[in-house]
């Protein structure tokens, strides 16, 4: 007979003894925590796993991104490890989105949700909620307790509906007072998002810096309730964090160029690139733009070919550099698909004060607007017109012009 045989089953007889006792032990079904009725009861607290009394701070409050008819981005930032979780709805906190990655829930201080499967023009509610990871263990991971943030509100865009208004700020390269003016006074007047038109650093050292110069002070001026739309600069290709900055910044499909639909408003938006070439010894052989921006010149074929180019009463383009920036020698290519396409307006940065390139100064058939670093584009769109204003932080005016719609 084996040695351990009457332990074994010394052990099997009491562990059915108290399987068998357990549910006269248990409290009786109506003294069950109730989390409907009963407000003390807590989930994290009694979870069959380990839990730690650590509760993660928010330091990044919502930033919500490329906005579209159906989807948003929520980007936030903890102090430390958590997972991300939106809460949102229409009328209540009914549904949830989260972030994971292939079948697993992202942890970390930097959380990223995608909402999807909106209505066109309705306007949701939502929490954004994090609740902390003590330790990754392989079985029974470590957890703490939840932050939310305060309740906000945002509306997604509408193709369908009859005018469109948004703002186009620029260069505010690492400035934090200038953003948060350039956004205060964007606030005081409804617009469906704001366009950054790119160089919010001057080049990347970390998530910490970049939160620091731009992605705080933008989530706050914006207050979780008006989307961004990011162009990328040239200064974002440089420094030893440019390689990392693609999911803060990125659209929803992680390009840097994409096509979005306001009202009578058709926005294409595109990566110009570095503004030297790629053997320029500043970037030591370490730059290969070269293809990106064939490719990049591909895409934006591609976009200007779509129907709504020619159906949409106006097509607007946003990028960083007014000649299209380092192209490998493509600049006259980029004009000339916008010309054949009809593009309405091209809104630029990178020049650090106001120009207006009227239509045939460059080899353009429609107007090139560079917006100066501490100013505003506004543009207003019905299905006849495109008015366009720059005004500086102040509010006075630079420049105003109106744009009728063209046959197409
Ligand atoms: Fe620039």
Same mark, same amino acid.
């Given at each position: 007979?084996?040695?351990?045989?009457?332990?074994?089953?010394?052990?099997?007889? =009491?562990?059915?003894? *108290?399987?068998?006792?357990?549910?006269?032990?248990?409290?009786?079904?109506?003294?069950?925590?109730?989390?409907?009725?009963?407000?003390?009861?807590?989930?994290? !607290?009694?979870? &069959?796993?380990?839990?730690?009394?650590?509760? &993660?701070?928010?330091?990044?409050?919502?930033?919500?991104?490329?906005?579209?008819?159906?989807? /948003?981005?929520?980007?936030?930032?903890?102090?430390?490890?958590?997972?991300?979780? *939106?809460?949102?709805?229409?009328?209540?906190?009914?549904?949830?989105?989260? %972030?994971?990655?292939?079948? =697993?829930?992202? *942890?970390?201080?930097?959380?990223?949700?995608?909402i999807e499967g909106l209505q066109p023009g309705h306007t949701y509610q939502y929490q954004v909620a994090s609740r902390r990871?003590?330790?990754? #263990?392989?079985?029974?991971?470590?957890?703490?307790?939840?932050?939310?943030?305060?309740? %906000?509100?945002?509306?997604?865009?509408? @193709?369908?509906? @009859?005018?469109?208004?948004?703002?186009? +700020?620029?260069?505010?390269?690492?400035?934090?007072?200038? +953003?948060?003016?350039?956004?205060?006074?964007?606030?005081?007047?409804?617009?469906?998002?704001?366009?950054?038109?790119?160089?919010? +650093?001057?080049?990347?050292?970390?998530?910490?810096?970049?939160? #620091?110069?731009? =992605?705080?002070?933008? !989530?706050?001026?914006?207050?979780?309730?008006?989307?961004?739309?990011?162009?990328?600069? $040239?200064?974002?290709?440089?420094?030893?964090?440019?390689? %990392?900055?693609?999911?803060?910044?990125?659209?929803?499909?992680?390009?840097?160029?994409?096509?979005?639909?306001?009202?009578?408003?058709?926005?294409?938006?595109?990566?110009?690139?570095?503004?030297?070439?790629?053997?320029?010894?500043?970037?030591?052989?370490? $730059?290969?733009?070269?293809?990106?921006?064939?490719?990049?010149?591909?895409?934006?074929?591609? !976009?200007?070919?779509?129907?709504?180019?020619r159906s949409a009463p106006f097509t607007v383009v946003l990028g960083h550099q007014p000649t299209w920036g380092w192209t490998?020698?493509? #600049?006259?290519?980029?004009?000339?698909?916008? $010309?054949?396409?009809?593009?309405?307006?091209?809104?630029?940065?990178?020049?650090?004060?106001?120009?207006?390139?009227? @239509?045939?100064?460059?080899? $353009?058939?429609? @107007? +090139?607007?560079?917006?100066?670093?501490?100013? /505003?584009?506004?543009?207003?769109?019905?299905?006849?017109?495109?008015?366009?204003?720059?005004?500086?932080?102040?509010?006075?005016?630079?420049d105003s012009f109106t744009l009728e719609r063209r046959r197409k």
């Amino acid at each position: 007979m084996h040695p351990s045989r009457p332990r074994a089953a010394w052990r099997f007889a =009491l562990a059915a003894c *108290v399987l068998l006792a357990l549910p006269a032990m248990a409290a009786p079904q109506d003294q069950a925590p109730d989390k409907r009725i009963d407000p003390f009861y807590d989930p994290e !607290a009694t979870a &069959p796993y380990r839990t730690w009394d650590s509760t &993660p701070a928010i330091t990044m409050p919502p930033l919500l991104l490329d906005v579209s008819d159906t989807s /948003v981005v929520v980007e936030w930032m903890t102090d430390s490890d958590s997972d991300g979780v *939106v809460h949102y709805g229409e009328h209540a906190l009914d549904h949830t989105a989260t %972030a994971q990655r292939e079948g =697993l829930l992202d *942890v970390g201080t930097f959380h990223r949700v995608v909402i999807e499967g909106l209505q066109p023009g309705h306007t949701y509610q939502y929490q954004v909620a994090s609740r902390r990871v003590v330790a990754l #263990n392989a079985y029974w991971p470590e957890r703490g307790r939840t932050v939310k943030s305060a309740v %906000a509100r945002f509306a997604t865009l509408d @193709p369908a509906r @009859p005018t469109a208004r948004f703002a186009a +700020i620029t260069d505010t390269h690492e400035n934090v007072p200038r +953003i948060r003016t350039l956004l205060d006074e964007i606030g005081k007047s409804p617009v469906d998002f704001v366009a950054h038109l790119g160089d919010s +650093i001057n080049y990347a050292v970390s998530e910490q810096q970049l939160k #620091n110069v731009f =992605l705080a002070p933008a !989530a706050e001026a914006l207050g979780g309730a008006t989307s961004m739309f990011y162009v990328r600069g $040239n200064h974002e290709y440089r420094g030893p964090f440019a390689r %990392a900055l693609g999911p803060y910044l990125h659209a929803q499909d992680a390009r840097y160029d994409f096509v979005r639909d306001d009202g009578p408003l058709h926005l294409i938006a595109v990566d110009t690139g570095e503004d030297k070439p790629d053997e320029t010894n500043v970037y030591a052989g370490l $730059n290969d733009l070269r293809d990106y921006r064939r490719q990049g010149l591909a895409r934006f074929g591609q !976009a200007l070919a779509g129907a709504r180019t020619r159906s949409a009463p106006f097509t607007v383009v946003l990028g960083h550099q007014p000649t299209w920036g380092w192209t490998g020698g493509d #600049n006259a290519q980029w004009t000339r698909l916008a $010309n054949q396409a009809k593009v309405d307006l091209f809104i630029a940065g990178h020049v650090h004060r106001f120009m207006h390139i009227k @239509p045939g100064e460059w080899g $353009n058939d429609f @107007p +090139i607007l560079v917006v100066g670093q501490d100013q /505003v584009a506004w543009v207003e769109a019905d299905e006849r017109t495109l008015k366009v204003r720059v005004t500086r932080t102040d509010g006075t005016l630079v420049d105003s012009f109106t744009l009728e719609r063209r046959r197409k």
